[in-house]
């Protein structure tokens, strides 16, 4: 999967927890540098201990911090080329808190399960937020078995008003993935 990240991009894992997929990533492109963001402070402190055992500090920042507070952070707001997610939350969920975070033509990635359809990523609330699915989902080899995944490109700015206050993208999600309008 290239896509077209050039050397040295930028990425962040939304909801990080122990480290998937974000120090993978770190240790596949060592030229990139990235931010390992989760919520959960416990989980934020054992993530600063792995990348600091793996010497990866200068390259790898921790963020113990919502989402959609991130977003909103100066730093981070438009700031990746790259936002990889892995059991986050329901697709609506995650493309609202990473839309905001990805540059112009930044990509998002997400791991999906088996099963999953392009059905569970709806092409006309996702665009209110400036993403487009680039192509339905993927599979990969690995050691452990196949992997899907579904890759969204930011074509748009994501506007203004999102992400929505803390809380309010699982509790109120964009769209219904079991009721999935067309498109
Ligand atoms: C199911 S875990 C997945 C962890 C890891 N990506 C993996 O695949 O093993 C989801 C993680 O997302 C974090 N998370 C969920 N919603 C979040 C939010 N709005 N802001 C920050 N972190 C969040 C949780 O704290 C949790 O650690």
Aim: net charge positive; with cysteine; proline share 10%.
């Amino acid at each position: 999967m290239s896509h077209g990240l050039a050397p040295g991009f930028r990425f962040l894992d939304l909801g990080a927890g122990g480290g998937l997929p974000g120090l993978v990533i770190a240790g596949r492109a060592p030229s990139s540098t990235g931010v390992l963001l989760d919520g959960r402070t416990e989980r934020a402190r054992l993530l600063e201990g792995h990348v600091e055992q793996l010497g990866w500090g200068s390259r790898l920042a921790v963020a113990a911090v919502r989402a959609e507070l991130a977003a909103r952070d100066r730093r981070h707001r438009g700031a990746f080329d790259l936002v990889v997610a892995r059991g986050f939350g329901p697709p609506p969920v995650t493309a609202e808190c990473a839309a905001p975070l990805l540059r112009l033509g930044g990509l998002l990635v997400v791991s999906e399960p088996p099963e999953a359809t392009g059905a569970r990523w709806a092409a006309e609330p996702l665009s209110a937020l400036g993403l487009e699915a680039v192509g339905p989902v993927a599979a990969v080899e690995t050691a452990a078995g196949q992997a899907h995944y579904q890759v969204l490109r930011q074509v748009r700015p994501c506007p203004d008003r999102w992400p929505r206050r803390v809380g309010i993208p699982a509790k109120r999600p964009l769209y219904q993935v079991d009721a999935t309008p067309p498109g």
